[in-house]
Every structure is written in C-alpha cells, then in structure tokens.
C-alpha cells in the first residue's frame, strides 16, 4: 500500500469517527440558536430588502443561506448539516496535517478537529456560526499550504483560500482564523525566507476576497438592503450588545465563563494550547513562519472567544482549525489519544442525560407542542424572552422580530415594541412566559406587566412556565404533559 493509500484510508477512519459521535443526537431537540436560524431562513428571501425579513439577527447572510439548505433537507436538516461540515472539517485537516507532517500529522489533526468538533462537552452537536465556519476556515489553511507547494498554480489555489476564508466571516462575523493564518504565513515566508513566490498566492489570496466581498456589495445594492444596514448588523450592533452585556447583570456571563474554562480543560483544548506554544516557543526564535502564524491565529482565537463577552462553550469551536495544525506539526500521539477519549466519554454523558430527560430543550419541546395542539390557523406565540426552538416546535408564527435576548435588550430596551405589539390588533394569540416579566430589570416601569394582566388570562402551566391566552379567544386545550420536562 502506497503512502498516499494509507494517508487517505487512516483520514478516512478518523473522519467516520467524528460522524459517529454526532449520529446520536440526530433526532434531538434543536438549540434555540439552531431554531432561531431556522425560522429566519424560513421567511427570507435573498432579495428582500429587509435584512432578514419581518425578524432580526446579527448574523451575517450565508449563515441564513447554509439553514435554507438544511430546511429543504427535511426535519433532520440541522443535524445533516453538521454532520456534512465536520466531514469539510475532518478532511480538510487531514489533507492540511499530510502538508505539514505526512501521515502521522495528517492522522493527528483529523483526529483532533473530528473528535473536538463533535465533542458533547463544547457543545460541538449545536449547529452554530463556529462548526459552519470552522470547515471554511480549515479548507482556508489547507489551500494555503498547498499553494505553497502547487507552483504555477499556486495563485489561483490562493484565490480559493482566500473564498474560503472571507466566506468563514460571512457565516460568523469574528471567524476570520483562516485569513489571521494565511496572511502570517505568507508575509513572514516571504520577509523572513525571501520566498518570492509567496507574493503571487497573496495576491490571489486577496483576488478572492475582493471577488466575495464585490458579489456581496452588489447583492446589498440590488436588493436595497444597503451596506450601511449589513454593516451595523454584524459590526455596529456588537458594540451596543457589548454595552448591554456589561451593564447588566453580569452573575450569568461569569458563571458561563467559569464553565467555557472548565470544559476547554476537561475537553483537552487548554492541553492542546500549552502543547502548540511549547513547540512553537523555540521556533519562534529562530523566526520560523509556520510557528508565527500558528500562534498569531492562536491569540486571535482566543482574544476573540474573551472579547465576544457571552461565553458559550461552542465558541471554542474556533480554535479547533489551529489546533488541528499545531498537534500535526507537534506530535503529542498520548495527548491526541486523550482529546478522542474525552470526546467519547462526552458523548457518552450526552446520551445518557438526552435519555433520560430528553435534554435541556425538552421544556421547549413540551410546551411548543402544548401551543400547537390547542392552536387555530392564525395563531401566533410571543415567548419572553427567545427561546426560539419553542416557537419553532410550536409551528406558530411570531410578529416579535426578536428571537434572541441580547438583540431585544438592544433594540427594545423599554420594551416599546413589544408593548405596543401586545396591545394593538396584531397580537399574538399566545404568550409564554419563559422568564419573568421583569428579567434584568427589563421591566422596571411594568409597562408590559399591566398590558399583560389587561390583554391576556393565564390559561395553563406547562414545565413550571406560565402560558398566557389573548382576551376573547377561546382555545381547547390539550391534557398537560410533564413527562419531557428537562428543566425541572
């Protein structure tokens, strides 16, 4: 058997795995993220000229794009979707590992970006921004090495590292890893080892990207949704939500961040960095790019996963490309082993617990199907405040454009919007309320509590969760089930 045979039958192996830790949770409950997206992708068209339609995220339009795609796939579409980009992901590094280390690296870093990716304790079954960016990130890191290695080629494998980079930003905004890579590798390749033909790859590379970024000023010009709209979307709203973070009640955001750092250390990721730096130090010394680009995409990472002030396990997603590369070029053959068996044994807990209570969106499941039992054509949902996979499960519509918390505590600070939706002719027939009325003190004036008590009568209470039915609407109801209630 031949190298190259045996480099794609050991990647090949490693990327099955990765499959199979994500087939458990084919069938369950979406994450309100996963829901969220869903049903923006549902009601936008590429050409309307609001952003999103009648609903609102900050999140940039191929992300929508890749859940219209899920949706035609069926009700499994999400969970398909993730499986195909941890395939994108797994190979990807495998052919990027076989660049930097031949088979031994390439087995290493398939290893290390299916098991990471698919890893119960980061949350790597949700599918996010990070797990649909990180395949297009990785396939930018590994056209940028084969460019190196491609000759006259070379520029047009650029130009594809540079769509894919750019392209990884046009599904999270923050994931630019892939770009932070190829650009260190090239300039210090070309300032520190007088390679001349790293000038030709960059120019391509930046061909590719004025190519993507060109198609998507011209798309925001012919369907009137305007740059200043897409700019303020994915860049202008951070900065209103990152004021909002902090002037909040921060107990939830710390908590979360106390446990991002517990499984970054339980999932082998803060093993794998110490590892990657530990290689790189010595390198760096001597002015070694490959190791400058490792670690500027490393910090880059990590400053972003800090900075982005929420704290959700997935956005460790984004170090899994670089430390992927770094454990190719490293070795640590134990440590991968430990970063698989981690995986394993998370998904294993992850099994157990979706067994045994259906998950922490079961709640959501039990009510939306509550909501759509005792629902007429019509009808609509508010649920205070997101939880979007309830919606979703419900099959009700919402007038609210907010899905998510954060963006409703932007946009609607005094709740004026939502106030005013509750006590004019559209509102919903139905309101869940999820968290209280006056979460974060959103409520303080308790403007929304009396248009509440004065406009709906709370009929039922499903999981722990007050459900509120409009004024002269008359529903029948079906017999309330706890049995599914993963919160309680």
């Not at 949770?25 to 309307?48: C, I, M, N, S």
């Not at 769509?163 to 932070?180: C, E, H, R, T």
């Not at 991968?336 to 099994?351: D, E, F, K, R, Y």
């Not at 303080?444 to 002269?472: D, E, F």
């Amino acid at each position: 058997m031949t190298s190259w045979a045996r480099t794609s039958l050991a990647v090949s192996a490693a990327v099955l795995l990765s499959v199979a830790l994500r087939l458990p949770f084919l069938t369950a409950p979406l994450k309100p993220d996963e829901a969220g997206y869903l049903l923006v992708a549902r009601q936008w068209h590429l050409f309307d000229p609001d952003l999103y339609g009648r609903l609102w995220v900050d999140r940039p339009p191929v992300l929508v794009l890749l859940f219209q795609v899920a949706d035609a796939w069926g009700p499994y579409g999400v969970r398909l979707l993730g499986v195909v980009a941890v395939i994108v992901l797994a190979t990807a590094a495998g052919v990027a590992g076989a660049l930097l280390a031949g088979l031994e690296g390439a087995v290493a870093a398939t290893l290390v970006a299916g098991s990471l990716a698919s890893s119960y304790a980061i949350g790597g079954q949700e599918v996010d921004g990070e797990l649909l960016g990180a395949p297009l990130v990785m396939l930018c890191c590994a056209l940028t090495l084969l460019a190196l290695r491609a000759g006259r080629t070379g520029p047009w494998l650029g130009a594809l590292a540079g769509v894919a980079g750019i392209s990884a930003v046009l599904v999270k905004q923050s994931l630019a890893d892939g770009l932070v890579f190829a650009f260190f590798l090239l300039a210090t390749m070309r300032l520190i080892e007088r390679r001349h033909d790293t000038a030709r790859v960059l120019a391509g590379g930046v061909a590719g990207i004025v190519a993507v970024l060109a198609t998507v000023v011209a798309w925001t010009w012919a369907s009137g949704v305007g740059l200043e709209a897409l700019a303020y979307t994915l860049y202008g709203f951070r900065a209103a939500a990152d004021a909002a973070i902090s002037g909040g009640d921060t107990s939830r955001p710390l908590q979360r961040a106390a446990i991002l750092a517990g499984v970054a250390v339980l999932s082998g990721m803060v093993a794998l960095l110490v590892v990657l730096a530990r290689h790189a130090t010595s390198k760096l010394r001597r002015g070694d790019p490959l190791a400058i680009a490792l670690v500027a995409t490393a910090l880059y990472g990590v400053i972003g996963i800090v900075a982005g002030g929420s704290y959700w396990p997935h956005y460790l997603i984004e170090l899994v490309p670089v430390l992927s590369l770094g454990v190719a070029v490293a070795g640590a053959r134990r440590l991968v082993l430990a970063v698989v068996v981690a995986a394993v044994v998370a998904t294993g807990v992850g099994m157990a617990l979706v067994a045994r209570t259906g998950g922490p969106d079961a709640t959501a499941t039990t009510i939306g199907r509550f909501l759509r039992d005792g629902s007429r054509p019509g009808d609509g949902v508010v649920v205070t405040y997101g939880h979007a996979n309830l919606v979703e499960k419900s099959g009700l519509a919402t007038p609210y454009p907010y899905l998510w918390s954060l963006p409703l505590r932007v946009r609607d600070p005094s709740l004026d919007h939502l106030v005013a939706l509750l006590d004019g002719r559209r509102a919903p027939t139905w309101l869940v309320e999820w968290d209280d009325l006056n979460s974060w003190g959103i409520d303080a004036s308790g403007q929304l509590t009396a248009t509440v008590a004065t406009r709906y009568h709370p009929v039922a209470t499903v999981c722990g969760h007050q459900i509120w039915l409009r004024n002269g609407r008359a529903r029948i109801l079906s017999p309330q089930s706890e049995e599914r209630c993963g919160d309680q």
